[in-house]
């Protein structure tokens, strides 16, 4: 008889109770087939499949997609793959056949796309083919091994499988749930348009989980590491369940240009309840501050388990890095780019204009913003939808700026198209052209309310856009991507023809005639909280006249993004008297001017940028001048040191070590840890206390229960801070060997927890203080691994380490 867990189907796909292949014989109370043995030989079942997916399946190997952590069937289009089946008996090519039936459905609309393979018999060559196929590889016994092939243009997704036995006695379907095919875009196939071809650039974007963001300034580049988590459990289901949020249907998830554009969206919740919210403020209650976070995968396994609850908070470096984990677990070659003093166009004129009064004072409801830096995506395809020459990296930013067809998304935006000042071309490359190559145009109030031009810098936009270099932690700048040099007739020809598209097409600026010059720098390149700024002034009088000019320094607390306090909030600092004039001859004149510690670090704005800017008048002439410098105080790193061999499986101990600059202290410090291989962020408060934090030492000889009484002495005098409290003692107290492990362990959690609450114990990090973390991991692959951490807290933002770990194989 034929076994129930053979799900037979009829040809209608209904499962065929058993009672209608066998029936009970009632005289010999045996049962017996109703099919005569003839016709058993015909009816061709399918036993099990094998789909070959494991993650050393040399499927999985041959596509790259080994390193998903999952025992998935992970495919990439436009390649071939091999299944094998077990039949209830021998495959005849005279009159038995087989199909594959794949069905890619949107859980979000009625759409769905259903595709049947049938076996193809003496196909020799089957990759290269722009269509769904199979052939028969090999046959043993009972067992045959099929080789399938998808087309470089399918639809990428989920799908389910089928397998259908065609014979003599009719068809048969054989369900493969739970083993579904997951099908990701292929850089590796020349057909496909997300085609990459250098293989370092391939491993680099689309196989490297770990990337660098960068942050600060021109002058003041910092960097952290970000793990992109694409290969962890849950990211590829949760990047699937995006695309169906964005209702994306399934005919247009051919095309990575729909794709990039959905996510750019959806990675904000300004629109359709996307992954992550924005917040710019300095309130982060009821989430994560967005300096705290140092990967991807948290945040979309977050935002898949609750459902599509938006996570919060981030800023533009998280949107980016959630975006680059998505495509790139799609198969789609992207990469983080932070853009330095990024302007942000809000009237589309292609010029970032910048207000001042009568009193030579800004007018911040009308400046357009300039971002101390800007992080966005890149994504690599062609774009088959554009003139030849637009493909390649394409600008993907997810940060809600501006609406773009009703929606808060931005890109995909041919890069080559910005370098020539084409932004006719979609997608939104008005607004990223004017990011990185506007005009800043100065404009003073007239006393009748109309504004004059009182200033133009050409080359103050769009400074040292960075990404991470091809096989190493190095920083390339790609700015030449992006434009021509500053200054040259081609990038000249770029900026006035871009600006035929702006809101001001015919009133392009010239520049005046101007002879006495502005510039304002630090002294030092990289202050750090809480050091004194000394600032320089340089004023250059370049004609032959004698020049008097009466100078306005105003320091400005401001968030990255360029906005800055509010009138009451920020301190404005003029010149001393003795430096408001100077008098001038054909020469310049340099001076410096201290911001002290004690007057900025109660208005440092998160994350502790600065924004200079000087303004004056020429008495003689009664030219205007203005100029700004951005700056951040820098932070200090996290130290993190491996005490010890890191083994594949085994746990080794790390240390980790902070010193607080501040001559404050550090409340609700908060440490994050991922990389490793881990599944999960390991989040630590710093001072809270459990059983995981309590290590009990038990010297060769003496019972677990010695250390009740000790705990409680040392618990007793101990003064500093968790989360590691080492317990032990040479003497074992009476009448307690009942006791186990877990109850001294518990115990000793109890009294620390006593002391914490009578303040013996603190959970803050003193003014100036050095703290030291010991923590353990169990890493879960051999090789060179990143072990990544963050420190957050109200008064100290952009604190993050790194280490390097050689992990050693079992």
């Not at 720098?521 to 050091?531: K, N």
């Not at 430096?579 to 994350?607: A, D, G, I, Q, W």
């Not at 169990?778 to 109200?794: I, M």
Request: charged share 25%; glycine share 6%.
């Amino acid at each position: 008889m034929i076994n129930r867990t053979d799900a037979v189907r009829d040809g209608k796909g209904r499962l065929l109770p058993e009672m209608e292949y066998s029936r009970l014989d009632q005289q010999s109370g045996s049962k017996r087939n109703i099919f005569s043995l003839s016709l058993l030989e015909r009816l061709l079942m399918v036993r099990s499949v094998d789909m070959q997916c494991c993650r050393d399946s040399l499927n999985r190997l041959k596509h790259h997609t080994d390193s998903f952590y999952s025992d998935n069937l992970i495919m990439r289009r436009g390649q071939s793959f091999q299944i094998s089946i077990d039949l209830s008996r021998a495959f005849n090519c005279t009159y038995d056949n087989l199909e594959l039936q794949l069905k890619l459905d949107s859980v979000s609309s009625s759409c769905r796309m259903q595709i049947s393979i049938p076996l193809v018999f003496g196909l020799d060559e089957i990759d290269g083919a722009e269509c769904w196929k199979m052939s028969l590889e090999d046959q043993e016994d009972t067992r045959v091994h099929l080789r399938v092939f998808t087309p470089s243009c399918a639809p990428i997704g989920r799908y389910t499988i089928s397998v259908v036995c065609f014979s003599p006695r009719g068809k048969l379907f054989f369900p493969c749930y739970p083993d579904d095919l997951f099908l990701l875009y292929n850089p590796w196939c020349q057909d496909d348009v997300v085609y990459l071809e250098d293989e370092d650039e391939r491993q680099e974007y689309i196989l490297n989980s770990m990337g660098r963001m960068y942050y600060g300034t021109e002058d003041q580049i910092g960097a952290r590491t970000w793990n992109y988590a694409q290969f962890e459990q849950g990211v590829l289901e949760a990047s699937l369940y995006i695309l169906e949020k964005g209702q994306v249907a399934v005919s247009e998830r051919t095309d990575p240009v729909i794709i990039s554009r959905t996510f750019s969206a959806l990675v904000n919740s300004n629109d359709e309840h996307g992954v992550l919210i924005g917040n710019w403020t300095q309130n982060f209650e009821g989430g994560t501050p967005p300096t705290a976070w140092s990967g991807s995968g948290d945040i979309l396994r977050q935002y898949h388990r609750s459902l599509g609850k938006p996570v919060k908070f981030a800023h533009c470096w998280v949107f980016s890095g959630v975006a680059t984990t998505m495509m790139r677990c799609l198969g789609i070659p992207s990469r983080c780019v932070t853009n330095f003093s990024s302007a942000h166009d809000t009237d589309h004129s292609l010029t970032t204009d910048i207000y001042i009064d009568e009193n030579l004072e800004l007018i911040k409801d009308k400046t357009d913003f300039i971002w101390n830096f800007h992080t966005w995506s890149e994504a690599w395809m062609a774009r088959p939808d554009l003139p030849v020459g637009f493909g390649g990296w394409q600008v993907v930013d997810p940060t809600p700026q501006e609406c773009s067809q009703d929606l808060y998304r931005c890109g995909p935006t041919p890069v080559a198209a910005v370098r020539s000042g084409l932004v006719q071309f979609k997608y939104d490359t008005p607004f990223v052209f004017a990011e990185v190559n506007s005009d800043k145009i100065y404009w003073q109030r007239n006393a009748d309310g109309s504004f004059r031009q009182i200033n133009v810098e050409k080359n103050s936009i769009g400074k040292c856009i960075s990404t991470k270099a091809v096989g190493s932690d190095e920083r390339v700048d790609i700015t030449d991507l992006y434009k021509y040099p500053e200054g040259s007739e081609e990038e000249r020809i770029a900026v006035e023809m871009a600006s035929r598209f702006g809101s001001k097409p015919t009133l392009y600026p010239q520049s005046d005639q101007r002879d006495v010059t502005l510039e304002v720098g630090l002294q030092r390149d990289e202050p750090q909280i809480p050091e004194d700024m000394e600032v320089f002034l340089i004023v250059k009088n370049q004609s032959k006249e004698k020049r008097s000019t009466d100078l306005l320094l105003e320091l400005l607390d401001m968030s990255y993004t360029g906005q800055t306090q509010s009138k009451t909030e920020y301190r404005t600092h003029s010149i001393p008297p003795k430096y408001n004039t100077f008098h001038l001859y054909y020469h310049s004149k340099r001076l410096t001017y201290t911001v002290k510690y004690c007057e900025y670090k109660s208005h440092v704005m998160h994350p502790g940028a600065m924004l200079l800017t000087l303004t004056g008048r020429v008495i003689q002439t009664r030219q205007i001048m203005a100029t700004q410098f951005n700056f951040r105080m820098r932070t200090p790193n996290l130290s993190i040191t491996a005490l010890e061999e890191a083994v594949v499986g085994e746990e080794f101990r790390v240390e980790v070590s902070f010193q607080n600059p501040l001559t404050q202290a550090l409340n609700n410090v908060t440490f994050r840890f991922e990389g490793l291989g881990m599944q999960n962020v390991k989040k630590i408060h710093y001072g809270s206390l459990s059983v995981d934090d309590v290590l009990v030492e038990h010297p060769e000889g003496e019972l677990p229960s010695v250390w009740l009484t000790r705990a409680e002495e040392h618990a007793s005098s101990c003064a500093l801070a968790p989360p590691r409290l080492h317990i032990s003692s040479p003497l074992p107290p009476s009448g307690v060997e009942s006791l186990t492990w877990l109850d001294i362990e518990l115990h000793a959690v109890t009294v620390l927890g006593r002391c914490m609450g009578s303040h013996q114990l603190r959970s803050d990090v003193e003014e100036l203080a050095t703290i030291t973390l010991m923590m353990k991991f169990v890493p879960l692959f051999s090789g060179y691994q990143k072990l990544l951490a963050s420190l957050d807290s109200y008064q100290l933002t952009q604190v993050h380490g790194f280490a390097d770990i050689a992990v050693l194989s079992k």
